[in-house]
């Protein structure tokens, strides 16, 4: 698994507002069958490094490879179209349509000259979905998601990210908000969507549940990488170690107190 | 999440995640039904529950109520309404207002009237048809754009298109008054009837269709390995409706009969219905007035779903505008004025539409308009003013927003809203 090349490689990417330096010349990358946790601060620059790479502000400098072609992301289009699927934390569902309606939303399949929608098909397929990622707390894919439980909507999010074909999985903030009992099934969902080969980048600040699910841990601080661990070799403690005072390569901005 | 009394969806781990296949029993679903209306998912239960106690109360008061003669006239009085209603639908799916289809349907009732006057240059039926039906899509696509593209509240553009559109009604009418309709076929649209054999065809073909259409969606599921709703249900569903068109055309037919505004309605209210349930557009609809951010990430044209929904909310304002002017055989200054638009609006409130977006039904519009109609209808025969209707529908206007916003509380404590 590490001598294939990353599914997702970012070269050097830098990304700035105005004067705030968002990102400075980071390297990241995350490989097929690998859980990639991206740790850090608040204002570390996870959002701003997924953001980036789900299209919606394309990077000021630096590369992105898909699997090792060099490819360039302009809108959420180009990212869908390569197979890059993000899970925002606030999941994007309409509560008043049911389950198999949110997961083909905006990719309804029809059928027959009238091209009505092909309920029985999208049924099916959502189901089978949900079955091959052991979704099993679903009763029934034709409820509303206003019915259901936080980690069940999570999971519908999760299986409508992972129906086209997608390579690439970036999940943010899965488990904030929710109980225990339901942090553990979308736990347990994570490392199943590695488990079948996806790439899937999981944005937390929950280092149990990053050393629960993930194979490698990158660490972000004040926009720059400043450490990327193999989750065996490392504990919480140097995980933490690193989000408060890990090494910068550039002292960001005029501000001192930044560094102290 | 606050889950006081909640279905049982968190089943024990391992427990299939679809419904076992072969269908659930009648038992199951009436449960499961039972369940819905406990948590405030009320369908079409309160709305019929009304109808009865109206038709009950006006009945015990005027023996005429529930007469062949005063059911044909009902259908009559409830077109316009009934259409004008259709079409509000789809702006309330989208959580927006539309109040300009009051006088939107006036410019088109006027535009018929004008355009078919026998003064020498008179236009023929069909040409008028459309330019009546296209001046109303074009006035909801032009009030869709601004409301979408620039972002004014549909309040304030729809606010201002009942004035403006007050006044063409007013301009194209100048000093003439009134102008009698003088075209057989707008004359006669809801004032002559179908054939009695015709309209025993029609009803059939309407049942067998129904039949045919159930039974395939359960042979497809089946095939599909699927859950299907259990196969008395299919009986009762298809029952009901042979029992209501038989009752609806043998009553008809003991006095006047079935005017030809109601199979136009009918088949509006297929197609209408259709389009929400069973099409992208119509799913687009729905997910707009649910989550517009939601709808916009899957790649939906927001824009283009809110322009069109005011197109056939205006649309469909101007075909009741033809309904009304036609019953009248007549328009004048008022036309599109009076109560037109606020039973509309009121109509598919009360039929459950809700005006926060994202909930409703075709359906919902017809039940509501009935009840009004109703209402008015009774409230005439009982020889009763215009202010004492007023006063009774706003109460039962009332009453069906109070009972929404019940049922809407129950469904937040179970989670559902």
Known sequence: MNDTKPTLELRGVSKSFGAVQALYNVDFSVRAGEVMALVGDNGAGKSTLIKSVAGIHPFDSGEVLFEGQPVHIHGPKDSAKLGIEVVYQDLALADNLDVVQNMFLGREETTGILRSLDEVDMEKKADETLASLSVTTIRSTRQTVAGLS????????????????????????PTAALGVAQTRQVLDLVKRLGEQGLAVVLVSHNLYDVFEVADKITVLRLGQNVAVYNRKDVTQTQVVEAITAGKLSKVPGPEAEVVA | ????????????????????????????????????????????????????????????????????????????QAAAITCIAMGIVFVLL???????????????????????????????????????????????????????????????????????????????????????????????????????????????????????????????????????????????????????????????????????????????????????????FGRHVYAVGGNAEAARRAGINVDAVKIACFGICSGLAALG???????????????????????????????????????????????????????????????????????VTGLVLLAAVVVDSLARRGREQAGRA
Do not use: C
């Open chain 2, 321 to 391: 505008g033809i309904i009304l002017a036609s019953r009248l055989r007549s328009v004048d200054t008022n036309s599109g004025g009076g109560s037109i638009l606020l039973y509309s609006i009121a109509a598919a409130v009360i039929g459950g539409t809700s005006l926060f977006g994202g909930r409703g039904s075709v359906k919902s519009a017809v039940l509501g308009a009935l009840v009004i109609a109703s209402i008015d209808n009774g409230l005439g025969l009982l020889g009763l003013s215009s202010g004492t209707k007023f006063v």
């Open chain 1, 150 to 173: 936080g980690g069940q909507r999570q999971s519908v999010a999760v299986a409508k990210a992972v129906m086209w074909n997608s390579k690439v999985v970036i999940l943010d903030e």
């Open chain 2, 94 to 280: 989208l959580g927006e207002i539309d109040l300009s289809v009051g006088y939107v349907s006036g410019v088109a009732g006027v535009i018929v009237a004008l355009l078919t006057f026998p003064d020498g240059n008179q236009l023929a039926t069909f040409p008028t048809l459309l330019l009546a039906l296209g001046a109303g899509v074009a006035i909801g696509l032009l009030q869709g754009v601004i409301i979408a593209k620039i972002g004014v509240p549909s309040f304030v553009v729809t606010l201002a298109g009942l004035l403006g559109w007050n006044g063409v009604v007013l301009l194209l009418i100048g000093d003439r008054g009134t102008v009698i309709i003088q075209n057989s076929f707008f004359e006669g649209f809801a004032n002559n009837f179908v054939p009695e054999a015709t309209a025993w065809i029609v009803a059939i073909a309407g049942v067998a269709v129904y039949a045919g259409g159930l039974l395939w969606e359960r042979y497809q599921r089946t095939k599909a390995g699927l859950g299907h709703a259990p196969d008395v249900l299919i009986l009762l569903r298809v029952g009901a409706l042979a029992a209501a068109l038989l009752i609806v055309v043998y009553v008809a037919y003991q006095d006047r009969g079935i005017p030809y505004v109601f199979l136009v309605l009918a088949g509006v209210y297929i197609v209408l219905t259709y389009v929400l349930n069973r099409t992208t």
């Open chain 2, 1 to 76: 999440m606050t889950t006081a009394t909640p279905p049982p969806i968190e089943t024990a781990p391992g427990a299939p995640a679809v419904a076992a296949p072969g269908g659930e029993s009648l038992r199951d679903y009436v449960q499961r039904w039972w369940a819905g209306i406990r948590q405030g998912d009320l369908g079409s239960l309160t709305i019929v529950i009304g109808l009865i106690i109206i038709a009950i109360v006006f009945q015990s008061q005027n023996s005429n109520f529930l007469t062949a003669g005063n059911f044909v006239n009902l259908i009559v």
